[in-house]
């Protein structure tokens, strides 16, 4: 499931190439005739992706090298003479200054002379611009780690470099080093033996650095255990921007750790055993994660632990052991996906973590056995996690770039059979795989493939929410806790094989001002700002179903006959009007779906309500984003709810290969249109029930398709409860497809008989038709009278309802009635040719004829 691709390999992109580009000449004193294969090490990998390495040569000396990715060619920084053990190095942005960590052994230990006797560890710092001169800077008994920092300015004209020593006796020291440039070239220091230096940690028992964000953060454990994080900028600016208690378990460490400093190929590895695996992880979405796991043991369960910063809380997961496969290795792999952080015991587990809705376990995909599998890291293999998701295998010297892989993850979808590896592989497939355009139509042809809704969750209002979720964070990081992530606000049936407990954390202490807070630290600052607040308020969460409530009362009054054109209502097709302007504009190219062009008065007044309502959310919860931005968000969240559907709808249409034929309704229809029927009808149910608006056309689509995949009397049920809607679009088309017949007049009487009254009018002119003209008369006669009846008061109601009891007769009178109201009443039917009182005459002139035998209907 987790793909490792190798961005760089040191048997390849370095020793492979140096042997051969320089091996058969032996002509280059530098880098062949000293180099063997055995030797080679990867030392360091610095903020622009160098990556450093040392060797041994075969005549005795010490080479440092380093590879450069963008151009991938390598070059030798420096030479020692005599063989040295390099534990530790760094070369600065402009490679003018290469500082070296060298452990020295003695003579009884089978090495030369070293470089100083009476030290077991040397720091130097060589001008490499040319090589020239080289300065101690530390001698002493413990082991030094060195790097370069480099700042966010242009690699040319720097005339300062600032480097960070880090001691195994707990302190961190910032040397500011200013450089001159003689005779045109020459790089050297400016008064080497006074450097100035400042103290920027001490007392800790464990320190990461961060080379991408040149942050440095650093654990002491005295009465409790604090985590401070140190941030680094241009011109020797630093400070101290966080700290944080973190409850650990008693003497974690049995000495200094050191991560993402490089590797020290020569260290004691017993100093490790027993200790704490600790590692942060962070992304630019502001969110900050404290992970720590104890070394795994035999027979025992696998704990882990993750504080989320940005959450306020952690979350301990624990993972029985199968007794009868031990674990190969002791160590967890811990990988930062951005999204994700990803733990594995390869080949026993790996539990893809959602770190930014960590709430529910089941919104984490957790995979064992053949998904659990590394292929390319060994059993024995010592793995580096770094930033970017990056991994270094120490043993081979390979850099491997860490991913989800979207095939193997889709494969899992589609053959997993518990509906807690369903939700979480639909949520890592769209949240993290998308907007792969491959991946996102697999994930619709799957739902094609399983359209009922699953046990636990309704897979397509999953995917709905989630692609919305993903699509408005891309707007927005700040949106992340106020739109919804899921339909599920719990989740009671567990995971198999991992189980999970939550604890609160301490709030983290910001030392600098909120105020100055830029980038990432502002983002974090405000998850953890907003922590309190939203725990404090009921339903932070928008939830689209909640306004069903509003839903049902605008569309009531919209559908009285006492509506009056509010201003509340002129906002709703306002913000309407601005939603569809949106949509109108995407993808006109691409659009193969025969949506009807309606006016489709109940999908607009809900996207109008939906923008009402979801502003007014935003803006109680978020209303430092400003009016403006907040009306743009919701405007272009609602547009994307109506563009998904309307892309869900344009991937089956090609998926099932269907035509502008399946709006006739003469036909019936195929296997494939059954199937997309079958699917816009749960798409109806998950929309529905969600309350989110649909593109207009879509039910006058969906009941055509109706028409033609349904029993007549399914079809007619379907109508009854609601399902599918007669929409005038509709209903013109059947009218005009079908002939008289005696079957098709037998439906088209069961159409007419089930239309709203809003549509019943207007459709019976279209129909020609005795039965449409009776009724059309029936109407005619009706509304005239009760028009009159409010002007003259109730006399006139009382005959209106007597003439209703004697079924148009006597024919005499009631012409002559008519004749006489007419020009007192205001004719309901003005807009309409032909109707008035001489035809009313006409149908019940025939419609008696009927009644009394004389001529047949």
Not at 235 to 260: C, G, H, K, M, Q
Not at 481 to 504: A, K, M, N
Not at 780 to 798: A, D, I, M, T
Request: aromatic content about 10%; proline content about 4%.
């Amino acid at each position: 499931m987790l793909n490792l691709q190798s961005t760089f390999d040191l048997q390849k992109d370095v020793i492979s190439i140096i042997l051969r580009k320089y091996g058969a000449s032996g002509s280059d004193r530098g880098l062949s005739s000293r180099i063997t294969e055995a030797g080679v090490k990867v030392v360091n990998i610095e903020r622009d992706g160098s990556i450093l390495y040392a060797w041994k040569g075969t005549s005795g000396t010490t080479n440092i090298g380093k590879y450069d990715p963008q151009i991938k060619q390598n070059k030798l920084l420096y030479t020692f003479d005599k063989e040295v053990c390099v534990s530790s190095t760094s070369v600065n942005k402009e490679e003018t200054l290469l500082a070296v960590s060298v452990v020295q052994k003695t003579k009884r230990d089978g090495h030369r002379e070293p470089l100083r006797p009476d030290s077991k560890c040397i720091t130097l710092l060589i001008e490499i611009h040319p090589l020239n001169n080289t300065k101690v800077l530390k001698a002493v008994d413990c082991r030094i780690r060195v790097q370069f920092l480099y700042p966010d300015v242009e690699k040319n004209r720097v005339h300062e470099s600032h480097l960070l020593l880090m001691s195994e006796d707990s302190y961190v020291e910032l040397f500011h080093i200013s450089l001159a440039t003689e005779e045109g070239y020459r790089v050297v220091i400016q008064n080497p033996n006074r450097l100035p230096k400042e103290k920027v940690a001490e007392d800790f028992t464990w320190a990461q650095w961060n080379v991408d964000t040149q942050r440095l953060f650093y654990l002491t454990v005295k009465e409790k255990s604090l985590l401070r994080c140190v941030q680094f900028y241009s011109d020797r600016i630093y400070e101290t921007l966080l700290e944080l208690s973190l409850d650990l378990p008693a003497s974690p460490f049995a000495s200094v750790r050191f991560i993402n400093f490089g590797y020290d190929h020569y260290k004691d590895e017993e100093e490790a055993d027993g200790s704490l695996n600790l590692v942060i992880f962070m992304s630019k979405a502001g969110s900050m994660c404290v992970c720590y796991c104890q070394p795994v043991c035999t027979g025992e369960d696998v704990a882990y632990t993750i504080a989320f910063v940005h959450r306020g809380c952690s979350k301990t997961y624990r993972v029985a052991m199968e007794r009868a496969a031990p674990p190969q290795r002791t160590d967890l792999v811990l990988i930062s996906l951005d999204y994700y952080i990803a733990v594995c015991l390869p080949g026993h587990f790996l539990h893809f973590i959602n770190i930014r809705q960590p709430d529910l376990l089941c919104h984490s995909l957790f995979l064992t056995g053949e998904d659990a599998r590394l292929c390319s890291l060994g059993p024995d293999s010592t793995i580096l996690s770094l930033p970017e998701a990056m991994l270094l295998e120490v043993q081979s010297g390979t850099l491997f770039k860490a991913t989800i892989s979207s095939s193997l993850l889709l494969e899992f979808l589609c053959r997993s059979r518990l509906d807690c590896h369903r939700l979480a592989a639909l949520h890592c497939a769209v949240t993290y795989l998308t907007p792969e355009t491959d991946v996102e139509l697999q994930i619709i042809h799957w739902l094609c493939e399983n359209v009922m809704s699953f046990d636990s969750f309704d897979q397509i209002q999953e995917f709905i929410l989630a692609s919305l979720y993903r699509r408005s964070r891309q707007q927005s990081f700040i949106l992340d806790r106020v739109l919804p992530y899921s339909s599920l606000s719990h989740w009671e049936e567990g995971v198999p094989g991992v189980t999970c407990s939550t604890e609160l954390l301490l709030e983290p202490v910001f030392r600098g001002k909120a105020k100055n807070l830029k980038g990432y630290w502002e983002e974090l600052h405000c998850n953890i700002d907003s922590i309190k607040y939203f725990e404090a308020v009921p339903n932070p969460r928008y939830k689209p179903a909640l306004i069903t409530r509003d839903w049902n009362r605008l569309w009531a009054e919209m559908n009285s006959d006492e509506k009056k054109p509010t201003s509340y209502l002129r906002n709703i097709q306002e913000n309407t009007k601005k939603v569809l302007s949106i949509v109108e504009t995407w993808h006109l190219d691409k659009r193969v779906v025969p949506l009807f062009q309606e006016e489709d008065f109940q999908q607009r007044a809900l996207i109008g309500l939906m923008v009402d309502k979801l502003r007014d959310h935003i803006n109680r919860h978020l209303n430092r984003l400003g009016k403006k931005r907040i009306d743009m968000l919701v405007v272009n969240y609602v547009a994307q709810v109506l563009e998904l559907t309307r892309h869900i709808l344009e991937t089956v249409w090609i998926k099932y290969n269907l035509s502008s034929n399946v709006l006739s309704v003469k036909e019936r229809g195929s296997s494939s249109e059954w199937a997309v029927f079958h699917l816009m009808s749960r798409i109806l149910e998950a929309a529905k029930s969600q309350c989110l608006p649909l593109p207009p056309g879509f039910n006058s689509l969906l009941t055509v398709l109706g028409m033609r995949c349904l029993p007549q009397h399914t079809f007619l049920q379907y109508i009854d409860h609601g399902i599918l809607q007669l929409t005038e679009p509709f209903v013109t088309r059947l009218l005009k497809d079908l002939d008289n017949s005696d079957k098709n007049e037998q439906m088209k009487f069961s159409i007419m008989k089930r239309l709203p009254e809003s549509l019943d009018q207007k459709i019976y002119q279209l129909w020609d038709h005795p039965i449409s003209s009776a009724c059309i008369a029936r109407n005619y006669v009706r509304n005239l009278f009760e028009k009159l009846g409010k002007k003259q008061g109730s006399s006139l109601r009382q005959r209106d309802h007597t003439f209703f009891q004697t079924e148009f007769l006597p024919l005499n009178y009631l012409t002559k009635t008519l004749s006489d109201v007419e020009d007192k009443a205001l004719n309901p039917f003005e807009e309409q040719e032909n109707v008035d009182a001489k035809f009313v005459e006409e149908i019940a002139l025939k419609q008696t004829s009927v009644l009394l035998g004389f001529e047949e209907t």
